[in-house]
């Protein structure tokens, strides 16, 4: 069955850094479009970035110069490094896969900024 699952969350100060990475299995990684949501408690889940199987990349106004998404098709992973966090950068971050009318979800990973 298709599995995502993310890792690398925790508590960051405001102004530091996290590397998420998100672990495919079950699809053929390459042909999927992969992105990173996030959902802050009594919120919406939001877009923060795609990539597409070519690697063109898309980001939400509010991360963009700070969130860089990457993707290795070797090792079927996709990452968000985050730099320069700010408190409203807090909350559970999901991997997602999108090909055509498929998508699939992660079980998310928390985010916390705090000093």
């Known amino acids: 069955q298709v599995q995502l699952v993310e890792s690398g969350g925790g508590l960051v100060q405001p102004g530091g850094s996290l590397r998420l990475s998100c672990a495919a299995s079950g699809i053929t990684f390459s042909m999927y479009t992969m992105g990173w949501y996030r959902q802050a408690p009594g919120s919406q889940r939001d877009l923060v970035a795609t990539i597409t199987t070519y690697g063109t990349t898309n980001y939400a106004d509010s991360v963009k110069g700070r969130f860089t998404i990457s993707r290795d098709n070797a090792k079927n992973t996709v990452y968000l490094q985050i730099n320069s966090l700010k408190p409203e950068d807090a909350a559970v971050y999901y991997c997602?896969?999108?090909?055509?009318?498929?998508?699939?979800w992660g079980q998310g990973t928390q985010v916390t900024v705090s000093s």
């Open positions: 997602n896969a999108k090909y055509i009318h498929l998508s699939y």
